[in-house]
């Protein structure tokens, strides 16, 4: 069976397309003082799977001090670097 998951390198990103995040044991939450919800990596390689608007999934693996904000209307930022896999 051919493996049909792709990897990718990135930089900053951030999505709107986020319905819903499982995030691993290795984060940490926050509110700042705007008013975004800040999860912060507590160690290497934490990951979040993400489920995308179009019904695709994406694993998202960061370093440790990663972190992922997420505003009103769902809008996510992603810090850099982080590595996305498609599954």
Do not use: C
């Not at 990897?7 to 819903?20: E, I």
């Not at 693996?61 to 992922?68: M, Q, S």
């Amino acid at each position: 069976m051919k493996n049909s998951r792709t990897k990718t390198q990135s930089n900053q990103t951030y999505s709107n397309r986020v319905l819903r995040a499982e995030f691993d044991n290795n984060w940490d939450t926050t509110i700042t003082s705007t008013g975004y919800v800040k999860y912060v990596a507590l160690k290497d390689k934490a990951t979040v799977e993400l489920l995308l608007s179009d019904g695709t999934s994406r694993l998202v693996v960061f370093p440790k001090n990663g972190y992922i904000l997420v505003g009103s209307g769902g809008t996510s930022h992603f810090s850099k670097p982080h590595l996305t896999l498609t599954i």
